[in-house]
């Protein structure tokens, strides 16, 4: 079945860099005006010259996803700007990777109100737009550390396990709706000099390879595609199969 995603409306949230920006090109390629939201203005303004260099439209707003006004604003632009919303990518967020004896509790909050609480604010005021106009779908970008960890990533980790559950509570409330809500768990995804990783980096990976921005693309292609709107509330785990991989010290 071909994709077909002619004239439709795709907020991508931290569309500046990396898995947003990719995000943002799969979208345009597929035939969709993707709108890019970020607090980063020059990664917004790369972005928005990169499509426009491939002969693609797109919209930019400013945004800092953990400011509720901020998030209101964005998609009462949306609606002024092009009337309706198709789909949404939640994707912005970061982490610190600190210890918990040391983290500041003002650190904790600016990561989960980031990537947590920016997601639950952006999906209910994307939602109150797609319900207008037929529905839509919401993907949410959690984390594989969702479900494991590394040392000093509580913060962090917290954030992206509570988007698993915010997934499919928000499914179950919005299905009446006719809104879709998943979420995709990325491991190892490379945003930088790929030709730098070394060959102990892939071999590490079942799948013998580190992953790539466009592995993300074409998932999120995937849950947004309106013949698969019996997929919600769940998630996929895009990690070269890194989580189901037994590590013993040798």
Not at 189 to 197: F, P, R, S
Not at 227 to 245: C, E, L, P, Y
Request: with cysteine; charged share 25%; aromatic share 6%.
């Amino acid at each position: 079945m071909t994709l077909n995603y002619e004239d439709k409306h795709v907020l991508i949230t931290g569309a500046g860099a990396g898995i947003g920006r990719a995000l943002a090109l799969a979208y345009a390629e597929q035939g969709a005006l993707p709108i890019l939201a970020d607090r980063d203005e020059d990664g917004l303004e790369k972005t928005g010259l990169l499509l426009e260099e491939a002969g693609y439209h797109s919209l930019s707003i400013q945004a800092d996803m953990s400011k509720p006004e901020e998030i209101a604003k964005l998609l009462k632009d949306v609606e002024t700007l092009v009337g309706r919303l198709d789909i949404l990518i939640n994707n912005a967020g970061f982490g610190i990777w600190k210890s918990p004896y040391e983290l500041d509790i003002e650190e904790w909050d600016s990561v989960v109100n980031t990537n947590l609480r920016g997601t639950f604010v952006c999906s209910r005021e994307a939602a109150k737009l797609m319900r207008t106009t037929g529905g839509g779908a919401i993907v949410n970008i959690s984390s594989t550390r969702a479900m494991m960890s590394e040392p000093n990533s509580e913060a962090y980790a917290a954030s992206k396990g509570g988007i698993l559950s915010l997934t499919h509570a928000m499914a179950v409330s919005l299905g009446p709706d006719r809104i879709t809500v998943n979420a995709i768990c990325p491991g190892w995804i490379e945003n930088g000099d790929y030709g730098k990783l070394r060959e102990e980096d892939h071999a590490q990976h079942p799948s013998q390879r580190v992953g790539r921005p466009e592995d993300i693309a074409r998932a999120c292609l995937y849950l947004t595609d309106p013949h698969n709107d019996f997929v919600t509330g769940t998630h996929i785990t895009i990690d070269g199969g890194m989580t189901r991989k037994m590590i013993y010290e040798e």
